[in-house]
């Protein structure tokens, strides 16, 4: 494969996807990798975006809304065929291949949290669902840092959609079921109860409100360059681990679906703040005060999403701001993921607080992703970023800091 002469035939798009940044020197770095653990060239590559939550936090798993948004950091693959059934993936900085039989479909314990589990279950769903599978060879680089609150997991899902797909069906998946796919292996093979927004931004692409009560997915696309409007959209990576958090995430959906299973719902969906409040002398006691709280913070922040997308398509920059602290607020005073119980380091409190002390009556900041550890999400002035990037980067490590471009498309196939 020319990598070269592929870049020069999708120059437009490319540019487009990474937000004008020279990815070149990236792919023939992985395509040589690829060569060098297959010994033969690769057909394709496969590109999958990872995504900023912008407002709607742990909203999509009770049907709620969320303003979301592929950014231009990427999972990217180099992959072809092979006619064993299986998938032998190398990512970087792993010394081994993940090495997976996808002809076999059972649910592993002891692959949950892994990639292995990934690979399963993507295959396994797409089979269920009648698409072809087949086997293939991948290797497998990514700008989507672990940990980071911007879906690492969900970028690498959506890729493997993509390459069973671009491989073995003609590139015929729509984006939306690439989207439920993924969600389909996170929860039942890699063991993770996430909602579909983090696989939705990163399939379909784009600035877009997201309304999970409509069946399908009811995806708005909205225009927007906050660049033109003197300011970037940024995130702080403050610190801590994801990967040991399951059951503060697990949490979150459980309480809220105990709360709706309280006043006679499957999901709290079709619940008002007002019914919330009325209901809350025959609540009390009956679900834990912390589900209460968390379910005040969804049907205020599935609501607020709705708002902040309004804001900017009347080019209400200060009503999205509004809106975007007002939901920040509300993840830390009333959902309560913003850092671990017990632990003495509060990393996306602090990062938070001076994001506050930096940028008030002058630009937005709010947690971003699951919650408890990862990044936060600032919208900052060209004249502030600057002198914020080195005050946050000084506290929280060299480079913590990383200006996001929204990426126009979602997965795609580059041939």
Known sequence: MDVRALFERNRARLDAL????????????????????FG????????????????????????????????????????APRDDGRVVLYSAGYDQPFDVDV???????????????LIRGVAARLKQLGYQVGGF????????????????????????????????????????????????AENVYFGKPSGLMDQMASAVGGLSIQDFGQNPTGVEAIRYDFGAKGCAVCVVSAGGEHGNLTNEYAAIPAEMKAVAKAMGQELLQNVTPEALFEALPRLKNKVPDRALLRAFHFVDDTRRAQEAADALK???????????IRAGDSS????????????????????????????????????HGGGFAGTILAFVPFDLLEGYRAAMDAVFGEKATTVLAIRPEGVVCIR
């Open 137 to 184: 060879d991948a290797s497998v680089t990514s700008t989507v840092f672990k940990g980071s609150g911007l879906s690492s997991s969900a970028a690498l899902e959506v890729m493997l959609v993509g390459a069973f797909d671009a491989l073995y069906n003609g590139w015929v998946i729509d984006p939306q079921e690439n989207a439920r796919i993924s969600q389909y």
């Open 18 to 37: 990474y937000a004008g940044q020279d990815q070149l020197e990236r792919y023939e770095k992985l395509a040589d990798a690829f060569r060098a653990q």
């Open 103 to 117: 002809t076999d479909d059972a649910v592993r314990e002891d692959e949950k949290e892994t990639t292995f589990a």
């Open 332 to 367: 830390w005073e009333l959902l309560q993921n913003l850092y671990v119980a017990h632990s003495d380091n509060q990393e996306i409190p602090l990062a938070l607080e001076m994001s506050r002390r930096m940028l008030a009556g002058r630009g937005a900041w709010r947690n």
């Open 40 to 79: 033969r060239e690769p057909e394709l590559f496969v590109s999958a975006p990872g995504r900023t939550e912008v407002v709607g936090n742990h909203t999509d798993h009770q049907n709620g809304k969320v303003l979301a948004a592929a950014v231009n950091l990427d999972t990217v693959a180099a992959v």
């Open 314 to 324: 009347k080019d209400d920059l200060k009503g999205f701001f509004d809106a975007v």
